[in-house]
């Protein structure tokens, strides 16, 4: 009988310490600035065309800081922001958490009355946006708490130094503009605590909605801190100051914000943000250079479809797929494109919830496994459990990861309820439930089959993994990218409905349908792994449907929810249909 995996940590090639890590007691600002202190020259930031060293960083926080205090911020107030991934947003998040307030980052791309919800959640009384007018911003305090505006123009984003910039504003002003900040700062002259600990909350980001309205996730100091501190030890990686990693993900994500920015400025690297891409700038961005891509499967093809045969992408040693699954040809297809490019580049799939600060597994530094999306942190406990019984299961079981550690999330703001579903204890330990469904290794990679919610349970009681017809599908020669979801069905209760993209070239005609459906029934050999595997025939999807490209949400994660929808109304208008023929 195996010893049971919450027992000893997996691998046992690991230190004391590296098992058994310390996690400072401090905040993310005093982190960064006393890390900083061996590096201050050396870029922190480059947006645009924006440079910004670790000291201008943080000198701009502090001066930041000061103009929150004048504006009447205290500690545990919760500074709502919506803009792109601009330095500011960063500096923003520096200085809240210097005086121990909190900072949620609300999408950019959010309608006004999405907004006004949040600002009257979080009841905030400063709200900072991107390049809004006063219509907007008098909409915005006639219909909440917001007593001050601050509003970072166009024209202001490759601004710094802020307390050189001087303007006529003071704190009695409803509307303010960034280069007011300096002005704000010169008022506020009493003494800032700034001694703030590790169970100081420090954000308030939220998960990628894909199965319902996003959750709004309470994070502390010490979340963030020991979320970096356990990847850097599970990889041993080491820290070059001045390595460059390209931020391309949403700050309203901890994936973007905290495993992207912040864990990057941790280890003196400078973040290289991307407030948007498009297949117009995707070419600009890698001109910077980036030696990390902090990225998804969309950002991959995106790269590829949009680089040209003459591009130097050399500086690219690694890239991390973190919003959804790269597949292994994916990953051999990305290898092979990058070193056309004279890179000699690692892709590599990770994994996380909002709730673990973006990462509950990592295979940087590690030894690539693309089947696998990396070892689960060493630090934390992890166990795998029947998601119905929630018992624990041996190596190679597949069920539900769970974990224990101090990179949990603190809990959904307001939601007692529904932050107690996601716990439970075990053996005196208190466990999250990831919902990532999944097969652990005895030396601790996760193979990851799908997410709990996205299974259906058949009335003959099968039950079918999405996740895992996705991958093979994806196998299929004419395959670009596949997603597979739930169709409500009379007898079966659900059946399933595969929407595929085709590769270049390849036209979406009934021969190329009936051709994947012969293949579904087929063995499929998987060159990477060099296993074969065969769908079960109630596996099989009832009906494909060919599109350009798979929806995806804000998060840039596919839009399950969408497509869930689609295959639904598909069949109700065939219930509807067959009452009427009966006639």
Avoid: W
Wanted: proline share 4%.
């Amino acid at each position: 009988m195996k010893e049971k995996i919450g027992s000893e940590p997996i691998n046992n090639s690991y230190s004391f310490l590296e098992k058994h890590p310390i996690i400072p007691n401090l905040s993310i600002y005093n982190a960064i600035s006393l890390l900083s202190r061996f590096y201050r020259n050396v870029e922190a930031i480059d947006c645009l065309d924006l440079t910004v060293s670790y000291d201008e960083m943080i000198n701009d926080s502090i001066t930041m800081s000061k103009a929150l205090k004048e504006l009447g911020i205290k500690k545990g107030d919760i500074i709502s922001v919506s803009m792109p991934n601009y330095y500011q947003g960063v500096i923003t998040f520096l200085a809240a958490n210097r005086i121990g307030a909190i900072t949620t980052f609300i999408n950019s791309m959010s309608s006004i009355e999405e907004v006004l919800g949040y600002l009257n959640e979080f009841e905030s009384t400063l709200f900072i946006n991107y390049d809004k007018d006063e219509e907007y911003n008098k909409k915005i305090t006639a219909g909440s708490r917001v007593k001050n505006i601050l509003t970072l123009k166009h024209d202001e984003i490759n601004t710094k130094n802020y307390r050189n910039i001087i303007t006529n504003a003071n704190g009695y002003n409803n509307f303010l503009t960034f280069s007011d900040i300096g002005k704000i700062s010169s008022y506020y002259k009493k003494p800032i605590y700034t001694l703030y600990s590790g169970k100081n909350d420090a954000q308030i980001l939220f998960t990628s909605g894909s199965t319902g309205n996003p959750k709004s996730v309470v994070l502390t100091n010490e979340n963030i801190l020991a979320s970096g501190i356990y990847m850097k030890n599970t990889g041993r990686i080491k820290i070059i100051p001045g390595e460059k990693c390209l931020v391309c993900v949403p700050f309203s994500y901890p994936y973007g914000l905290d495993t992207s920015t912040v864990m990057s400025l941790l280890c003196g690297r400078t973040g290289i943000l991307a407030p948007s891409l498009t297949k117009d700038n995707i070419r600009y961005y890698l001109s910077k250079n980036p030696n990390y891509i902090f990225g998804s499967p969309a950002l991959l093809e995106l790269i590829k479809r949009n680089s040209l045969p003459k591009d130097d992408l050399s500086s690219v040693h690694t890239f991390i797929s973190g919003g959804d699954f790269l597949t292994p040809t994916q990953n051999a297809e990305g290898v092979e494109f990058f070193k056309n490019h004279n890179a000699n580049t690692t892709i590599c799939n990770g994994s996380g919830n909002a709730e673990t600060c973006g990462a509950n597994t990592n295979a940087v530094g590690l030894k690539i496994r693309p089947e696998t999306v990396g070892r689960v942190l060493v630090g934390p406990k992890s166990i795998i459990v029947d998601p119905n019984t929630m018992e624990e299961l041996d190596y190679g079981k597949e069920g539900m990861l769970c974990q224990s550690g101090k990179h949990v999330f603190k809990c959904y703001y307001n939601n007692e309820e529904k932050t107690k579903e996601t716990r439970f204890k075990y053996k005196g330990r208190e466990y999250y439930k990831t919902g990532n469904m999944g097969i652990l290794d005895e030396n601790g990679y996760f193979t990851l089959t799908g997410r709990s919610s996205r299974y259906y349970i058949r009335s003959d009681l099968n039950k079918v993994y999405l996740g895992h017809i996705q991958n093979v599908i994806s196998l299929i020669d004419v395959v670009e990218a596949c997603c597979v979801v739930p169709k409500p069905d009379k007898d079966l209760l659900f059946t399933n409905k595969a929407y595929i993209v085709l590769k270049d070239g390849i036209m979406p005609t009934k021969e190329i349908s009936d051709y994947i459906m012969n293949e579904c029934y087929k063995p499929i050999y998987n060159s990477v792994t060099g296993e074969t595997i065969q769908l079960k025939p109630f596996e099989v999807p009832e009906s494909i449907e060919f599109l350009d490209k798979l929806p995806l949400t804000k998060a840039d994660k596919v839009n399950y929810a969408l497509l869930e929808e689609m295959a639904k109304e598909e069949a109700e208008h065939k219930t509807k249909k067959r009452k009427l023929n009966s006639f």
